[in-house]
């Protein structure tokens, strides 16, 4: 009869709703009076009706409905027993009003069917029946009911539970087998104080890039794997995170490695494959690139930009880990100077490095410190955990000072955690939405007092996570109970002088936490990576070629992606260390045979080879030998030459040696910096010297007189031939004119003539040599 009153199109006045409330709570006492002399139900026989049939709410719309307004509950029934149900009939209940933020978690938690806290059906033609659910069959409804008939009271947050009820073979009565709460946030007026809510947007990934760069003018990169162009594809998850992010008045945090990846992909890549093999990045991929960086600056450019050090280093890692390992605080530094100037150079807007994000905000005295160490005045915490621990009745703003000049912005666990689960279901996305907004109201409501609060989801949130919170963070700008400020005004808001300031000891960090965290292990092979680059360096003529990506990579081995990742973040290590250790053996010694010395003194070449691509200065190369008594170096026990060698070239390096004595003796060569490190490996070569004796000479001495003799008597006998030639006379010859005269010295004996050649005799099997110089690229024999 209070419904046939309500003239149509008008709504009930407050006392008429509460009327209408009182009215079904009296007609319902009876029939609960009634059940209550029924006998009770055994825990097995209480359990078995709500849970036949499962109730899933896919769509709640408007999700924040107002006077007016048509509330849409959709979903689907799906009978999980094994016994058909009939005389089935989805009902909506408007449940009791929750008026803590308790009450929601509360509310949230329940299970199974709660007569007095559910409510009543509304009943009439606000139902939905099936005559019949067969087991495994699932059956959408949809119910449309005026916001008038739900008999809301003022502004609030309200349980709205669609439940089934109908009868089994086994229990042939009406009875609730399957309920779903959720929950209506209702404000129908403007609240007269609204929430300053700060939302972080983030844009972080795994590492995707190598150390590894090509030997060309550009340096080609080459990454991981094809990861990121999968990230960036439409429907990808940063695809998704900048189309979302675009329309919602956010602050973006971003790890500047992301826009370094992903801007590096815009040009000539190559992409690593099996057995250390690469393949060229496609075009196709660059073009993705390309359009997420534009659409990227574009989304940007009216909203705060936050950049994290470079690759999301974990801080707690650090902290826990990594502080008692030399230089770890030092890659903390370089992460953080080049976060600026990497942000602005691509999306060409101004970022703010103020802030540092531990992971999922959980801090101890150790984490502020190594938070604070590179520059950041500002940590990003969250509420679970700094405990309130004074009696304030409501949600107190997020900027605490925590005392060294340093701000704790705390985020609010309850709203930052709201989007965790799997939202590929639209169910468990609906639910996860009309949560998150009952939890925003019912802080709001809390108190008259404006107050600053942030929204501090997960790092890396998937595609269907990304887009329920872009629906929750949408409906909150339509809403009249908030209002968005950046992140940098919530964090400068007075604190609450209520709220805690108290930062928890390092024995209450979560230990889930702590078991994902990198190992001091980890920490140590980075600084070995770093003591071989440092060695590395100093030897070559364009250092950025290799400090540059190296550096980045080390920064990249601290990133807070490797979480529950142990074994690659270990793979990645080795990777780099290994990639590094085989570029500084480009730069080597060739190998050496024995050598053979004869006589006291000669030189001994040893050899440098650079098959770098540029070149290397800053080295000396040191001869030593290891029995001076027997061979010196330089006059010395060793010897130092300078080295220079261009890139893909060797350098011939000489040494004088003297011989003290016969025997062997072993020769050490080594490379060395101008600093007297070591570089590379050695080469050990065996020295042979074999010094001329007496004997020796003795007889080549001998040779060399009998040589002269001989030749002395070879002169007086000519000598005197020529004079008796000279004292007898030129004799006459009998040879006819023309005939040429027979040279001095001639056989009188006649000579033999030359027999003619006979046709039988063979043909000679070598031709003629000819007097004409080779034709090129003959060989001329010498």
Do not use: C
Not at 394 to 405: C, D, F, L
Not at 444 to 464: E, F, G, Y
Not at 540 to 556: C, Q, W, Y
Not at 696 to 718: E, K, P, S
């Amino acid at each position: 009869m209070a419904e046939a009153a309500d003239f149509q199109g008008t709504s009930p006045s407050p006392a008429r709703r509460w009327l209408r409330r009182t009215g079904a709570l009296l007609t319902g006492a009876p029939l609960l009076a009634g059940l209550l002399q029924l006998p009770a139900a055994s825990p097995a026989q209480a359990a078995t009706g709500d849970r036949t049939v499962s109730v899933a709410v896919d769509s709640l719309t408007p999700s924040v409905p107002t006077d007016g307004d048509t509330v849409t509950v959709s979903g689907t029934v799906t009978n999980t027993g094994k016994q058909a149900v009939t005389e089935a009939q989805v009902d909506l209940r408007v449940g009791q009003e929750l008026t803590t933020r308790s009450g929601i978690d509360s509310a949230a938690r329940a299970t199974g069917s709660q007569p007095g806290t559910d409510g009543l059906p509304l009943g009439g033609k606000y139902v939905e029946k099936f005559a019949k659910l067969t087991p495994g069959v699932s059956q959408p409804f949809s119910i449309e009911v005026p916001v008038d008939e739900l008999d809301l009271g003022g502004n609030g947050i309200y349980q709205l539970a669609v439940s089934l009820s109908g009868e089994t073979a086994a229990q042939p009565w009406t009875q609730v087998l399957g309920v779903q709460r959720t929950f209506l946030p209702y404000q129908p007026d403007e609240a007269d104080t609204r929430t300053k809510t700060t939302v972080l947007w983030p844009l972080i990934s795994t590492v995707h890039m190598t150390a590894q760069t090509g030997s060309n003018e550009s340096q080609t990169p080459v990454f991981r794997d094809n990861d990121l162009a999968a990230e960036l594809a439409p429907g990808g998850r940063l695809e998704r995170m900048v189309s979302l992010g675009k329309d919602l008045d956010v602050t973006w945090v971003v790890d500047p490695d992301l826009l370094a990846s992903v801007d590096a992909m815009t040009r000539s890549f190559r992409v690593q494959g099996e057995n250390g093999t690469t393949t060229p990045g496609t075009r196709a991929d660059q073009e993705l690139a390309k359009r997420w960086l534009t659409a990227l600056q574009g989304a940007v450019l009216d909203n705060e930009v936050v950049a994290l050090p470079f690759a999301d280093p974990d801080l707690a890692s650090l902290a826990h880990n990594g502080t008692a390992v030399t230089g770890s605080l030092g890659h903390l530094k370089e992460a953080t100077d080049v976060a600026s100037d990497t942000v602005e150079s691509i999306l060409y807007v101004e970022p703010t490095t103020d802030f540092a994000w531990p992971v999922e905000g959980a801090v101890d005295p150790s984490i502020m410190k190594v938070a604070t160490s590179a520059g950041a005045d500002k940590v990003i915490a969250r509420s679970d955990s700094l405990d309130e621990t004074s009696d304030l009745t409501y949600t107190p703003s997020a900027a605490r000072p925590v005392g060294g000049g340093t701000t704790a912005v705390v985020a609010d666990a309850r709203l930052s955690t709201a989007f965790q689960g799997d939202m590929t279901r639209a169910s468990t996305a609906t639910l996860a939405r009309q949560r998150f907004l009952a939890q925003s109201l019912a802080l709001n409501l809390q108190t008259d007092k404006q107050r600053s609060i942030v929204v501090a989801p997960q790092r890396m949130p998937t595609a269907a996570q990304a887009q329920t919170l872009a629906q929750a963070v949408t409906d909150l700008q339509n809403s009249g109970w908030t209002e968005f400020h950046d992140l940098t005004t919530t964090a400068a808001a007075k604190p609450d002088p209520g709220a805690t300031t108290r930062i928890p000891s390092k024995s209450a960090y979560p230990s889930a936490l702590r078991k994902q965290e990198l190992r001091r292990t980890a920490f140590e092979q980075i600084a070995v990576t770093q003591d071989k680059l440092d060695r590395f360096k100093v030897i070559l003529s364009d250092k950025s070629r290799v400090v540059t990506p190296f550096g980045r990579a080390m920064n990249r081995e601290m990133s807070t992606s490797w979480r529950g990742r142990a074994a690659e973040a270990a793979e990645y290590r080795d990777e780099v260390e290994s990639y590094l250790d085989s570029l500084a053996d480009q730069v080597s010694l060739i190998d050496k045979s024995e050598v053979k010395l004869s006589g006291r003194s000669a030189t001994i070449p040893v050899t440098v080879q650079n098959n770098l691509v540029q070149g290397v200065d800053d080295l000396v190369l040191r001869l030593t030998s290891t029995s001076p008594r027997r061979l010196k170096i330089g006059g010395d026990d060793y010897e130092e030459q300078p080295v220079t060698v261009s890139g893909g070239h060797s350098q011939t390096v000489k040494f004088t040696t003297s011989a003290e004595a016969n025997g062997q003796g072993e020769v050490i060569a080594q490379l060395y910096t101008r600093d007297g490190q070591k570089y590379g490996a050695e080469v050990r070569f065996d020295v042979k010297v074999t010094e001329f004796t007496a004997t020796v000479m003795l007889v080549i001495g001998g040779g060399f007189l009998l040589l002269v003799l001989a030749g002395f008597r070879m002169y007086t006998q000519r000598k005197r031939a020529a004079r008796q030639s000279a004292e007898n006379g030129p004799e006459t010859s009998d040879a006819p004119a023309g005939t040429p005269e027979e040279p001095e010295g001639h056989n009188d004996r006649p000579e033999r003539e030359s027999a003619p050649e006979q046709p039988s005799d063979p043909v000679p099997d070598t031709p003629v040599e000819s007097a004409d110089p080779s034709g090129t690229g003959e060989r001329v024999d010498r």
